[in-house]
């Protein structure tokens, strides 16, 4: 169990990030063993699929301790959005003793699998052929992914700053994940058992924020797990289960059927087809992996032709498929029973 402490400025001083690098490690991880994750199983496949030509034990092996894993391969943003180039420049900068120390204290009192020797012997060559092969991982399986795996994450992060700004880090802590809780300024995270059972040493960590305050990263591939960056030189880190991630890759079931798509055109036809329940603009664009920009032209299209209303609720406008609406896609689906997106 960790407890982090907010003193008056930290409470001001909490700040989020999408991190690609964290996706990479977390996709390696879930790639290694895809039964312990199957919500994730249909991405896997395919990633199977593309990988299979690449040596990953080295991966495998920065991520393979139960006492730590090493951060500098995913380097910490510092920004809000950075990109996988930024993230692999800042991990190709880090300085030789930080790479060496780090992969000592993964495995400290036991022997280094083999193929982490060169990031003790020579960490920057280690760490140039380690930039290569994460390229190469990346293009072939979260390149093609990421324009909807980053649409999920950015809708987290909107749904959380719109959480923080109406109640506090209260209200923001109240639903992050069940292994958080939030009391008198007093953030605990207790871990979980792994897959394995195993379950972490029953010490609490006390951790004083500084002036750098708390960085909150959602993720895909960390689900189901919370987990802590707490190692310096980073920032004090919680990265957490993004919302929606059970529905990511569930292509097929927004997919509209063909007559519609026809129709409409398969963007639009997907959007009518997504407003069987109301939605705003942001989370159309979550749930479809597009941008807001892209949906806003979609619905004011399906606004003039009558298929979808609008209602403003409070701060946000909410769209929902009119009666005629619902008829188009019941006629153009052929009678059968809809596959509808998770809500």
Not at 86 to 97: H, I
Not at 193 to 207: I, K, S, Y
Not at 215 to 241: C, E, H
Not at 324 to 341: C, N
Request: aromatic share 6%; glycine share 8%.
């Amino acid at each position: 169990m960790a407890e982090i402490v907010f003193d008056k400025a930290a409470l001001t001083r909490v700040r989020f990030a999408i991190s690609p690098t964290i996706e990479m490690a977390g996709s390696v991880r879930v790639l290694g063993d895809p039964g312990r994750q199957a919500v994730h199983m249909p991405w896997a496949v395919r990633a199977a699929a593309v990988v299979g030509g690449l040596d990953l034990s080295v991966l495998h092996a920065l991520q393979g301790s139960r006492s730590y894993s090493p951060d500098f391969i995913h380097p910490l943003p510092q920004g809000p959005f950075t990109s996988v180039e930024d993230d692999l420049a800042a991990m190709l900068a880090t300085p030789p003793e930080q790479v060496r120390a780090e992969v000592l204290d993964a495995y400290p009192g036991e022997r280094l699998p083999v193929v982490l020797d060169g990031f003790v012997e020579e960490p920057r060559a280690a760490v140039g052929r380690l930039d290569e092969l994460m390229r190469t991982y990346w293009e072939r399986a979260i390149a093609p992914h990421w324009a909807r795996m980053r649409a999920l994450l950015e809708h987290d992060i909107r749904y959380r700053a719109r959480q923080m700004a109406d109640g506090g880090l209260e209200a923001l802590f109240a639903d992050l994940d069940p292994q958080v809780s939030w009391s008198d300024g007093v953030l605990t995270v207790t871990k979980e058992p792994d897959a394995d059972g195993f379950q972490p040493p029953c010490l609490t960590r006390v951790m004083e924020l500084d002036e750098r305050g708390l960085l909150l990263i959602p993720s895909v591939f960390a689900w189901p797990k919370v987990l802590l960056v707490t190692a310096d030189p980073w920032q004090p880190t919680v990265i957490y289960p993004a919302r929606g991630v059970g529905m990511l890759w569930d292509g097929d079931a927004l997919a509209p059927p063909d007559a519609l798509a026809k129709l409409l055109g398969r963007n639009r036809a997907a959007v009518l087809l997504a407003l069987d329940s109301p939605r705003s603009t942001s989370e159309l664009a979550g749930l479809l992996g597009v941008t807001g920009g892209g949906v806003s032209q979609q619905l004011s299209v399906l606004a003039q032709a009558g298929l979808v209303s609008r209602q403003r609720v409070r701060r946000h406008v909410l769209y929902l498929r009119t009666s005629g609406g619902d008829t188009l896609v019941e006629v153009t689906s052929g009678g059968d029973e809809l596959a509808r997106p998770a809500a």
